[in-house]
């Protein structure tokens, strides 16, 4: 099966990206640690929100900068992140969380959470922070003609 060469090729250390779906698939495999519910609202949920960046010293985010709020898109019915308290003072100790949702001043709150997710939590890394899970789709923001360029620095980080 080829989840099982995408574990083998985690363990090694190559670099894994999960966006939504992905990063449903993450959770399951027990490759990120934590769980994905249905959103709060209990409906599908597609818009832009922003998301800050909380840890930019990783592979997938180096050319943002810390705290940098991104407009960046979401579309998905469970995106509500969720894990127990253990593995949420890890996430928080060793700066496992990659971005959480906020306004466009870069406030963390509850008005800014679009699904109800876990202290706003939109992306998480592993421990060694070769693989990223996250539900916002930078994909979908590397073209201004259509939306934005706030997606463009996570890929132009894998590239460095």
Request: net charge positive.
């Amino acid at each position: 099966l080829i989840i099982d060469e995408v574990i083998k090729a985690a363990k090694r250390g190559c670099l894994i990206l999960g966006i939504c779906n992905g990063f449903q698939i993450l959770t399951e495999t027990g490759l990120l640690k934590g769980t994905l519910l249905r959103n709060r609202n209990l409906k599908f949920i597609n818009k832009n929100v922003q998301i800050k960046v909380m840890n930019n010293e990783t592979k997938f985010s180096n050319k943002y900068k810390k705290n940098e709020v991104l407009k960046i898109n979401i579309a998905h019915n469970e995106g509500n992140y969720f894990t127990d308290n253990n593995h949420l003072k890890e996430l928080k100790d060793n700066n496992l969380i990659a971005f959480k949702y906020c306004d466009q001043k870069g406030n963390v709150d509850d008005h800014s959470n679009p699904n109800g997710s876990l202290e706003n939590i939109a992306g998480v890394y592993n421990a060694k922070k070769n693989i990223l899970g996250m539900m916002p789709h930078p994909e979908r923001m590397i073209d201004k003609l259509i939306s934005n360029t706030d997606g463009t620095n996570l890929f132009s980080s894998l590239l460095n």
